[in-house]
């Protein structure tokens, strides 16, 4: 069994920067694909970025979001810079077993709980 705890949430101002950290227990094969998504009040989960051998991002993040993956740490890593007002959601962490690097919350077996993003303006 996996199990995913994500950490690095928090308060910034529009502009700042986080790193959202993904650790998880059990075995992760450098096989899985990673992903994370965010989900705002009132809105669907919407896909993040994932990442197998290399990396996927939303438009709506590209160029000020990396994802990247530590195997030897067993974790997952979103750093986030250049944040807006509308970044503000819980951001979850995901892994597939299948490792299809997919921008469907389907395709992922396991989940963390989340992390509370807020960006102030």
């Known amino acids: 069994q996996v199990q995913l705890v994500e950490s690095g949430g928090g308060l910034v101002q529009a502009g700042g920067s986080l790193r959202l950290s993904c650790a998880a227990s059990g075995r992760i094969f450098s096989t899985y694909a990673m992903g994370w998504f965010r989900q705002a009040p009132g809105k669907e989960r919407e896909f993040v970025a994932a990442f197998r051998w290399s990396e996927l991002y939303a438009d709506s993040v590209k160029g000020r979001f990396i994802i990247s993956r530590d195997n030897a740490k067993n974790t997952v890593y979103l750093q986030m810079s250049s944040l807006k007002p509308e970044d503000t959601a819980v951001y979850y962490c995901?892994?597939?077993?299948?490792?299809?690097?997919?921008?469907?919350?389907?395709?992922?077996?396991?989940w963390g709980q989340g992390t509370q993003v807020t960006v102030s303006s």
């Open positions: 995901a892994a597939d077993s299948r490792g299809r690097r997919s921008t469907m919350a389907t395709s992922y077996d396991y």
